[in-house]
């Protein structure tokens, strides 16, 4: 049997959106995916392109299932101020992100939240590093790197 892909073959994050928590005003998921509405308006850096990612992985410890999932997003050091302010950096600490992780192929991601856990384990804060580069074209970077623990892999979008 063969089985057909509504998307384009391609890797990637083109943006990302993060809200704070308490920003999902209703979340509905099933086993395709979900519909989320979110209120506020979101963090938006613009990335660099083809250097960030978006990374889940299934761990089993004892019978037990989880997915960690780390949104690694690479900035120009212009571009990225907002992640270096204070007030981000203390929200990413402590209370963490939701995220609407926007893919090169035209799918949309929800991170920080889930079906089963809600906003429980949002993305935190596991580092930020900002870097001159080696060599003289090198464009300085700002690279934040943000981690959350969950029962699932993130769902698809389906109403953005």
């Known amino acids: 049997m063969k089985t057909t892909s509504n998307y384009k073959p391609v890797g990637g994050v083109e943006s990302v959106a993060?809200?704070?928590?308490?920003a999902v005003v209703t979340a509905l998921?099933?086993?395709?995916g979900c519909e989320v509405e979110l209120?506020?308006?979101?963090?938006e850096v613009p990335l660099l392109e083809d250097c960030s990612q978006?990374?889940?992985?299934?761990?089993?410890?004892?019978?037990?299932?989880s997915v960690s999932h780390l949104l690694h997003l690479v900035a120009e050091r212009g571009n990225a101020q907002a992640w270096m302010e204070n007030d981000f950096l203390e929200q990413a600490t402590?209370?963490?992100?939701?995220?609407?992780?926007?893919?090169?192929?035209?799918r949309?991601?929800?991170?920080?939240y889930s079906a089963l856990l809600g906003n429980e384990q949002p993305l935190r804060l596991e580092s930020l590093t900002s870097t001159s580069g080696k060599s003289l074209?090198?464009?300085?970077?700002?690279?934040?790197?943000?981690?959350?623990?969950?029962?699932?892999?993130?769902?698809?979008?389906?109403?953005?």
């Open 54 to 65: 978006y990374e889940e992985k299934s761990h089993s410890e004892r019978g037990s299932t």
């Open 94 to 106: 402590f209370e963490g992100f939701v995220a609407v992780i926007a893919l090169c192929d035209g």
């Open 137 to 160: 074209g090198d464009i300085p970077s700002v690279t934040l790197r943000l981690m959350a623990h969950d029962a699932d892999f993130s769902p698809i979008i389906h109403n953005i």
């Open 108 to 112: 949309h991601l929800l991170a920080g």
């Open 18 to 22: 993060l809200y704070p928590t308490d």
């Open 29 to 32: 998921f099933s086993s395709d």
């Open 39 to 43: 209120s506020g308006v979101p963090i």
